[in-house]
T-cell receptor
Framework: QKEVEQNSGPLSVPEGAIASLNCTYS??????FFWYRQYSGKSPELIMS????GDKEDGRFTAQLNKASQYVSLLIRDSQPSDSATYLC????????????FGKGTTLSVSS | DAGITQSPRHKVTETGTPVTLRCHQT?????MYWYRQDPGHGLRLIHY???????DKGEVSDGYSVSRSKTEDFLLTLESATSSQTSVYFC?????????????FGQGTRLTVV
């Protein structure tokens, strides 16, 4: 069974620090990787997608992908209290028409 | 927000009754999905559709059926609701064209079965 694993947290960081969120996946053939942010009581919101090895930066967010290690991470620089949320890692297996598989999420708490 | 509307947003129903949740999209995306989200389990796929009248089961499909008669609408039916189906249900859509495989979510439906 294809799996996506994340530490549930909570991960607590002070305002202005770097938050590092990690995710591993079991399907070696996976090609598409995503990070979603979910505030309490709201729906998941896509914040990053990454398809090739290396880093992808978007504002304060950097996604890192290492397919050899089957590892995806999300770095949040200059963390703000508004970043406090649950972050979901999602992976699309390498089969046409398959759905995203989600990790259970990591809860991030940024204290001011 | 992507043009995805779920209805109803909240529903309380009795055990044994049928319930239908609706997902409507205005993006003309080919793929539509139903997930449920429960504490400790994360998001789990119930059913998905890859075109009109084309559907397939997900990880937790028992007790659920779906229908897609138009590109824009994907219905999820709980044939006989049970308390274990109390959950938050999310619809998602994706395009899959030009290598874009991101999925976008609706606002969710909170269903309580009493």
């Amino acid at each position: 069974q294809k799996e996506v694993e994340q530490n549930s947290g909570p991960l607590s960081v002070p305002e202005g620090a770097i938050a590092s969120l990690n995710c591993t996946y079991s399907d070696r053939g996976s090609q598409s990787f995503f990070w979603y942010r979910q505030y309490s009581g709201k729906s998941p919101e896509l914040i990053m997608s990454i398809y090739s090895n290396g880093d992808k930066e978007d504002g304060r967010f950097t996604a890192q992908l290492n397919k050899a290690s089957q590892y995806v991470s999300l770095l949040i620089r200059d963390s703000q209290p508004s970043d406090s949320a649950t972050y979901l890692c999602a992976v699309r297996p390498n089969q046409a028409g398959t759905a995203l598989i989600f990790g259970k999420g990591t809860t991030l708490s940024v204290s001011s | 927000d992507a043009g995805i509307t779920q209805s109803p947003r909240h529903k309380v129903t009795e055990t044994g009754t049928p319930v239908t949740l609706r997902c409507h999209q205005t993006e003309n995306h080919r793929y539509m999905y139903w997930y449920r989200q429960d504490p400790g389990h994360g998001l789990r796929l119930i059913h998905y559709s890859y075109g009109v009248k084309d559907t397939d089961k997900g990880e937790v499909s028992d007790g659920y059926s779906v229908s897609r008669s138009k590109t824009e609408d994907f219905l999820l039916t709980l044939e006989s609701a049970t308390s274990s189906q109390t959950s938050v249900y999310f619809c998602a859509i994706s395009d899959e064209s030009r290598g874009r495989t991101e999925a976008f979510f609706g606002q969710g439906t909170r269903l309580t079965v009493v």
